[in-house]
T-cell receptor, first 117, second 115 residues
Framework: AQTVTQSQPEMSVQEAETVTLSCTYDTSESDYYLFWYKQPPSRQMILVIR??????QNATENRFSVNFQKAAKSFSLKISDSQLGDAAMYFC??????????????FGKGTLLTVNP | NAGVMQNPRHLVRRRGQEARLRCSPMKGHSHVYWYRQLPEEGLKFMVY????????ESGMPKERFSAEFPKEGPSILRIQQVVRGDSAAYFC?????????????FGPGTRLTVT
């Protein structure tokens, strides 16, 4: 079974600075998807960014980018120019792209990001 | 296009009562997934349904929990005889198809508190 580990329960960053959230995962599969979700205090789950494992190029969405290291099974999220609205719980998630259960998302426990003005 | 709707947003039940959580998927979506988030945990898969069919309920407790997605109307997650350990946030997600390229869109969740 796949597992997702987020080793940083909490992180903080100064407004306008850059912060990196860590995520590692364990899988025996070669083809899969990885995601970062944001959960603000409203609890709505918002997809921030996704990465297909077969793509070598790291995904980027505006101020959000990932560092995907397939061999190391590492998938970190970098937030540049942090804004107060970035404060939230961030979850890393895994989804297989083949097999009978490729609809299941497996989540880490989350990292609570605080942005200081 | 309205997003995934869940109601109620907050639900308080006494031990032993029944809880009914509703999820209306996005328009055009026929695949529904339920996840549970216990305090200080990530979301965990419970059940996957298509219209009138339960496809995978492997993540759902065998007793007291049931789910349905009728031909007409919202998907329902039903918890009978609730206990304190059922207190959690329950999220519904939907997608237009099964292909992994389809994103799952999440609703705002229902926070269940059992007193």
């Amino acid at each position: 079974a796949q597992t997702v580990t987020q080793s940083q329960p909490e992180m903080s960053v100064q407004e306008a600075e850059t912060v990196t959230l860590s995520c590692t995962y364990d899988t025996s599969e070669s083809d899969y998807y990885l995601f970062w979700y944001k959960q603000p205090p409203s609890r709505q789950m918002i997809l921030v960014i996704r990465q297909e494992a077969y793509k070598q190029q790291n995904a980027t969405e505006n101020r959000f980018s990932v560092n995907f290291q397939k061999a190391a099974k590492s998938f970190s999220l970098k937030i540049s120019d942090s804004q107060l609205g970035d404060a939230a719980m961030y979850f890393c998630a895994y989804r297989s792209s083949s097999g009978g259960s490729n609809y299941k998302l497996t989540f880490g426990k989350g990292t609570l990001l605080t942005v200081n003005p | 296009n309205a997003g995934v709707m869940q109601n109620p947003r907050h639900l308080v039940r006494r031990r032993g009562q029944e809880a009914r959580l509703r999820c209306s998927p996005m328009k055009g979506h026929s695949h529904v997934y339920w996840y549970r988030q216990l305090p200080e945990e990530g979301l965990k898969f419970m059940v996957y349904l298509q219209k009138e069919n339960i496809i995978d309920e492997s993540g759902m407790p065998k007793e007291r929990f049931s789910a349905e997605f009728p031909k007409e109307g919202p998907s329902i997650l039903r918890i009978q005889q609730v206990v304190r350990g059922d207190s959690a946030a329950y999220f519904c997600a939907s997608s237009p198809g099964l292909a992994v390229s389809y994103e799952q869109y999440f609703g705002p969740g229902t926070r269940l508190t059992v007193t």
